[in-house]
């Protein structure tokens, strides 16, 4: 991409690449092509997180208003019920093929593969997320809220019944929303911390960077607890 070899302080192209790669994903969205999105993320992803790091503030900041910024969240919140709908259809199929004894060994590794390749469409919306709340601080907060949040609390919920993939993601996304938009709800970080010693506790040995960021994710709570509260 040139934005991440050649010029990474040309803001103006790329808000040009952002308004084509956006249109893209709004294709790929109406024609249910999660696959499509997923790369789409990627890409944007990339732009976003070499613009975030140019060395001048007036250069970090790609949206150019806070409408276009919340106007990308009911994006992402869109595609995100995508994924979600895509999943549960695959899931679905997997579960039906199962209770008619239709699933061999080499079938449950292509339908895996298929359920790998679904989710992580979320893993790059998620990548998008963290480089806006990096870059917008308590600014993203809302776009988060309303967006985001939602779909990594249903992966913490259902811990038990996800991709390991799909539960670093989610811990990952809270880690990154306490420390840079909302580190002030304190219910919320208890009930993180507790969530993320469950799933500590409750990782197989074999899962080690499930319990290890989930371990990771409870020093990061606690870094915003604060004593006198309890």
């Known amino acids: 991409m040139l934005v991440a070899q050649g010029e990474p302080t040309n803001v103006a192209f790329f808000k040009e690449l952002y308004g084509l790669l956006g249109m893209s994903i709004?294709?790929?969205?109406?024609?249910?092509?999660v696959k499509e999105?997923?790369?789409l993320f990627k890409s944007l992803f990339h732009c976003m997180r070499v613009i975030s790091q140019n060395e001048e503030a007036v250069n970090q900041r790609f949206f150019e208003s806070?409408?276009?910024m919340q106007a990308f969240g009911a994006l992402m919140k869109q595609?995100?019920?995508?994924?979600?709908a895509a999943k549960n259809d695959q899931l679905a199929i997997s579960a039906d093929r199962a209770k008619h004894g239709e699933i061999?060994?080499?079938d449950e590794d292509e339908l895996k593969e298929?359920?790998?390749k679904i989710t992580g469409a979320a893993t790059y919306i998620n990548e998008c997320a963290d480089i806006?709340?990096?870059t917008y601080k308590t600014d993203?907060?809302?776009l988060m809220d309303d967006s985001v949040k939602w779909y990594f609390a249903t992966i913490l919920q259902q811990f038990k019944m996800v991709s390991e993939r799909e539960l670093q993601d989610a811990t990952f996304f809270f880690m990154e929303y306490v420390e840079h938009c909302n580190s002030s709800d304190a219910l919320m970080v208890y009930g993180l911390c507790a969530q993320f010693i469950d799933i500590a506790v409750w990782a197989k040995p074999e899962m080690a960077d499930v319990r290890q960021n989930a371990i990771y994710g409870i020093g990061a709570m606690c870094q915003h607890i604060n004593p006198s509260q309890f």
């Open 37 to 39: 999105m997923k790369l």
């Open 66 to 68: 806070a409408a276009q």
């Open 114 to 116: 298929e359920l790998y």
């Open 104 to 106: 061999e060994e080499e």
């Open 140 to 142: 993203a907060a809302a």
């Open 26 to 33: 709004m294709k790929a969205h109406k024609n249910k092509d």
């Open 79 to 84: 595609c995100f019920e995508l994924v979600w």
């Open 132 to 134: 806006i709340m990096t």
